[in-house]
Each structure stands twice: as C-alpha cells, then as structure tokens.
C-alpha cells in the first residue's frame, strides 16, 4: 500500500536488548498502549563516517488505506481550477513597471532581480545602500547575467528595470499559462508535510560559459508565512551548473487556503524512531516498553552544557521563524521529559547554509543576529500584556545551539551585549559541541545551565542573563573591571576597537593533481593577490594586511562548482588608528594640491584658500602653512582622542603622555605606533 509515513526521528534512546527483542517477537515482548499489530523495524543513519541504529515503531495502516481509489476526473479538474487561481494570484501581485530585488544572496556577494513577465537578472551591486532600489551600480559590467527570461523584451539591451511593453506583458498573461505546474513541495527532508507551491520555468537566459547553453530557472511562487505583505525572493539556488531554482514569496497566496504552509494531510501515518543505545547492558529502572523510553533523552554527563555532542534533532518537528541568511530560530513543538530545565525549555537555531569552520559559522550567526535585534529577536520582557523586542539598551547573554537541516549539531553559541555601552556592540563565541572549548580553544563556559546561575528569566531558558537597563553584575563576573582608576586611558583605546570590512573575490580553477580545490583569492577594490595555504585540516587559509605590523588569517569560503563569487572579510582595529588614517589622508591630499589645481574635496578647498592667500595676506598664508604641519596633526589628533573617550578613563594619564610625547618632539609615524 502506498500510505504516506512521516518519520519522527527523536533524540531518545532505548536498550538494545529492548530493541532486539521487540524486533524479533514484538508480541510477547511488549505489553503496552501500543496494539499488537505495530510491527518494529530497524533504521540505520550514517554520518560522519559512523552509522547510527534506530528502532521505528510502525503502526497498522488505516482502514481507509486499503482501497486506495485511483486518482479521479474530479481531482484532476480541481488541481486545475487551483492552478488557474494560482496563476491569477501571481500575475496580480507583481507591478508591471517594476523588479523585486534582493541583495547579498549566495556568499552575500550576488544581488537579483526578478522583473514580471521579462527577466530574471544577477549581479554585484555597488550602489550605496541608502540609494538602493532605486539605483543600480554593477560591480562588473562584463558581469550582469540573465538567468532566465519570460518574454523577449530583454533580448537586445538588459537594463536594471522591467523591459516589457504594455502589449508584451498581455501576450505573456495569455500564453503563459502553459508554463506553470502546480507542485507539492515538501517542508522538510524527514517528513511527508508538504505545501502547494507554483512552478514556472524561465529560459534563454544569459550564456553560459562552463555548458555553453543558455542559463535557465525553475521560480517558486510560495507562501511564506514570514514572507510580510510584499512579493519577495527568499533564497536561490544553483541545482546544477548554470540552472537555478528561484524562491518568490506571493503574499497573495497565503490568502487561499490550498497554498498555506505546514497542512497536515488527513491520511498521515507517524512512525515514531529512537535511538538504540550502544551500551549492552543499558536500563533504567521501571521502564519495560518502547513508549516508557520515548521522553528519555540523554543528558551529558559530568558537565555544566546539558545537551551531548551526538544529539540529533527532528527538524520536522519544529516551528520556525526566519532571520535571515539561512537562519531560523526553531522551536520544538513536542515536550522534552529531561530533569534539565534549560534543555526542557529551550530554542535553537537551524541553519540551512554552508560554513567552512567554526569560525566562520560564529562570524556568519554574529552578523545575522546583530541586524535581527530591533526587528525579530523577542527579549524576557513584557508590558502590558505583550512581550517586549530585544534592542541595544538592553543588556543580555544568550546561549543557541545551532544545527543544520539534517538535525546535526553543529556548535554552540554565546551572544552577549552591554546595554550600558553607548555603541552597538555584540559578543559572539562559538564551542565545538564535543570539546566544549570555542574557537579560540578557551574553556569559559558558565559554572552552570540551571538556575539561580542561569537566570532564564520568565522561563525563557536561551537566556543566562537579561537586564532591561544599566549595566549587570554579570558581565562584571566575567574579569570586567568596575574601577575607573584600573582602566588606564591605553587600555580604553585598545578596547574601543571599529569593525572594518573588505570584499575578497575568490576564483575556483578546479581541482589540483591532490585533488584539492584550485583557488586564488584578490581584494575586490585593488585586485591585490592574497597569500594562501592548505593548513593540516586540509582546510585553505589566506592572510590580509590591514596594516603594517598587522597580519589577518582567514578561512577561505570554498562553493563547488561556482568558479567565481566573492564575500567580505572583517577585522578590527583601535578608533584611534582609524582617526589617524583619515588625518594621514588628508596630510597626503594638502601636499599634493598645494602647487597644482588638481585638488579634490578638503584639498580642493585648502588649495583655493593657497590660491587667495597667495595674492596678498601674509598673516592667512602662515595659518594655511600651520594647519598642514605634523604638529597641527599631533594636536588634532589628541582632541578627538579627548572628545571620543568616555568619563572612565583618567585624563590625567593621558595628559602625561601627551606632554612626554611633546618632549620627544614625537614625528607622525612615531605617535601613530606609540597610540
């Protein structure tokens, strides 16, 4: 019979002389709320080279299985009036004159576009983002690609807009029916809950030069029940070379009942897996069923982290919310039966991307939640009656398992912010889930995940601590010093530090004699060539200079069979050697201009003041000479230094400095290495 089974694959464990005996004769070894007629079978999942055993316990197929009936006129005729329904939402919801468009998509480098009835585009867009949509920058003009079209109206010029006539677009409603296919598309891998969506295929698109045949999409009209109240592109994916599948959100759809997301269908069969536990002689006390196991979740032991390093969840059983890049916060829909409250009661963040290390997941869930706080990050707070959204006045260390979509564990996050720090700063750390130790090999984790160490305050139990206002002894506990006196006025400006980001492209030659990955790695802005190795994880590793004396390694992001995108890398330096760098600048700028007419900005202005000293003012010419010397930069230099610090620091320190900097009669470079 072909009965759908949606799999339940949970983080329990039974015996394994329980599993082998329900296996072998489930009818003398069972006697429980479970009929007779379940059957058990084994389920065998490999991963990480190792093969994990699962009992599943099947129950009796319906009744109403047994004569399925073969799919009827009637049905067929209902799938159409859908579909042509369908067809009418997606053609209603997109304006005729404009593209959707979505930016920093697949290695936050490619911008797209999808214009009704025309084309759909990519790019790298340079435009500033307070320009953005309205205007369009290609990184490369050589680089606008089409990845599929839906009329001809782009065929001679590709502009950043919709192309279609008045005339084109009728024809496309009219013909276009033709080309969409009503599709069950399933939630996830491990269930058979499924939603209607509407595909269409767009071809002819830009040539490719790997296949040498025009670029092609298959595009997704879905339901997004987190999509919001305009058409959006969610996601893209290159299923195989120069073929994409593009995810478009019609907010039309969610308004027609067959399209609505996580609809159970009447004729769904649970089977429920867990996990046979590898030790032989494994029981606990009073339990003698599979059901009595199905809440006994291990914990790890002889460790403050409840959750083991093996644990595998059931994505399908999870409600989700998205945050963006491929990040949703996930919480279980069924009850834990652990004595750890944190593991009882907690959420945790799937992840639907690639990552190459730790590393690079920590960096990668540090910006998205960074930009989701103000937006969809709930905090443990409530007035009147509604839960408050997490901001940067708030002070809070959090703590998110992060899985990806096969229920692995991938690693461990803590994410903490001051509240009482004028700048938006977040702390991020990431712990291997096997060693506990994050990426830099220290072992901070708390002393405990229960309270009153943990606070989880409201039961919100991803929260060790939350603060509305002001700053909390927590983060004093954490070796933060409280003494004004103790922070020297050197320590200040060596923690008050500026993310900085530069755009790397990475080229992927194919594959080397070793059979490792032929890459080379430029800076975007000079087409400078970055320096790299394989280091012992096979994993290849590329170094960027900043700054003289300043060296940055970074793991370089791999795509397989994308053979060139590009991605941006941070690092960080003092706001003092940032301020330096602009008075360097313009140091260079004022020398420059001061004998020819070929001044810009600050030095086109201090050229023209030159100019019209130079007719006659003695007095003018000597302030224009004084304020381009190093000791009108040295003085400059300090009052900013004086006006970004805060009341913390002693400015008798910094005083002394500066007057011993002054007997030394200190040149520029000197004071920029001694800061």
């Known amino acids: 019979m072909n009965v759908p ?22 009818k003398s070894s069972q006697s429980s709320q479970l009929t007779s007629k379940t059957r058990f079978e084994r389920l065998f999942i490999h991963r990480n080279n190792d093969s994990e055993e699962y009992l599943c316990a099947i129950p009796p197929a319906n009744s109403t299985f047994q004569d399925m009936p073969e799919e009827s006129q009637l049905d067929l005729e209902k799938d159409s009036i859908i579909l042509a329904r369908a067809i009418d939402i997606v053609h209603g919801s ?6 959707v468009w979505s930016y920093d998509l697949r290695g936050f480098y ?20 307070k320009d953005r949509p309205h205007k369009h920058v290609p990184g490369s003009p050589n680089m606008v690609y089409v990845l599929g079209r839906f009329s001809k109206a782009s065929a001679k010029e590709v502009s950043f807009k919709n192309q279609v006539s008045a005339i084109e677009m009728q024809k496309y409603i009219r013909d276009s029916g033709r080309s969409f296919r009503l599709v069950d598309e399933k939630l996830s891998p491990f269930s058979h809950l499924s939603q209607k969506v509407v595909l269409q295929m767009a071809s002819d698109g830009s040539l490719c030069d790997m296949t040498l045949h025009p670029r092609s999409t298959e595009v997704v009209y879905k339901c997004d029940v987190n999509g919001g109240k305009h058409p959006q592109i969610l996601d893209v994916e290159e299923i195989k070379t120069c073929h994409y599948r593009l995810f478009v959100h019609v907010p039309g759809l969610c308004q027609y009942e067959p399209f609505l997301p996580n609809k159970d269908t009447e004729d769904l069969v649970d089977v429920t897996c867990q996990r046979v536990s590898s030790q032989a002689a494994y029981s606990v006390d009073g339990m003698l069923t599979f059901e009595d196991y199905s809440h006994h979740h291990q914990l790890r032991k002889d460790s403050p982290f409840p959750v083991p390093a093996d644990t595998r969840i059931n994505v399908a059983m999870h409600d989700m919310v998205a945050l963006s890049r491929g990040f949703y916060l996930a919480k279980y829909t069924g009850e834990y039966g652990t004595s750890s409250e944190y593991y009882n009661h907690r959420n945790v963040i799937l992840f639907n991307g690639f990552h190459t290390s730790l590393d690079d997941l920590n960096l990668q869930l540090g910006r998205t939640v960074f930009n989701s706080i103000g937006k969809n990050l709930l905090a443990p707070l409530f007035k009147a009656n509604e839960q408050v959204m997490l901001s940067w006045t708030h002070s809070f260390i959090m703590w998110f398992e992060v899985y990806n979509f096969k229920g692995e564990l991938l690693g461990i996050s803590r994410l903490l912010h001051d509240g009482s720090n004028e700048v938006n700063v977040l702390g991020a750390q990431m712990f291997d889930p096997v060693t506990l130790l994050d990426v830099d090999g220290d072992d901070s984790m708390p002393r405990s995940f229960n309270r009153p160490a943990f606070e989880a305050p409201y039961n919100m139990w991803n929260f060790e601590m939350f603060l509305a206002k002001g700053r909390s002894p927590a983060f004093n506990k954490k070796g933060r010093s409280t003494s004004k006196k103790s922070q020297s006025w050197k320590k200040k400006l060596e923690e008050d530090m500026v993310e900085l980001t530069q755009m790397v492209l990475v080229y992927n030659d194919g594959v080397m004699a070793d059979g490792s990955p032929n890459i080379e790695i430029y800076l975007e802005d000079t087409g400078e060539k970055l320096t790299g190795q394989y280091n012992e994880k096979d994993v290849y590793e590329f170094t960027y200079e900043p700054n003289p004396g300043q060296t940055e390694t970074f793991t370089a992001l791999v795509i397989p069979e994308v053979e060139y995108f590009g991605y941006p890398i941070t690092f960080r330096e003092p706001k003092s050697l940032a301020e330096l760098k602009k008075l360097e600048e ?63 620091v002693n400015h008798e320190h910094l005083d002394e400095f500066i007057d ?16």
């Open 660 to 675: 011993a900097s002054r007997e030394q009669d200190l040149e520029l470079e000197d004071l920029h290495d001694e800061l």
């Open 94 to 99: 997109f304006s005729p004159d404009q593209c």
């Open 5 to 26: 089974l949606n799999f339940r694959i949970q983080d329990t464990e039974i015996p394994q002389e329980l599993a082998a005996n329900l296996v072998s004769s489930p």
């Open 586 to 648: 313009l140091t260079v700028t004022v020398t420059q201009t001061a004998g020819t007419a070929e001044a810009t900005d600050q030095g086109a202005e201090l050229q023209d003041e030159r100019d019209d000293v130079n007719d006659g003012d003695d007095a003018n010419n000597k302030e224009l000479d004084r304020e381009i010397t190093p000791e009108h930069l040295f003085d400059e230099l300090i009052q900013r230094l004086y006006d970004n610090i805060d009341g913390d």
């Open 110 to 129: 490619w911008t797209y576009g999808y214009c009704h009835g025309d084309k759909i585009v990519q790019y790298h867009e340079m435009a500033p983002m």
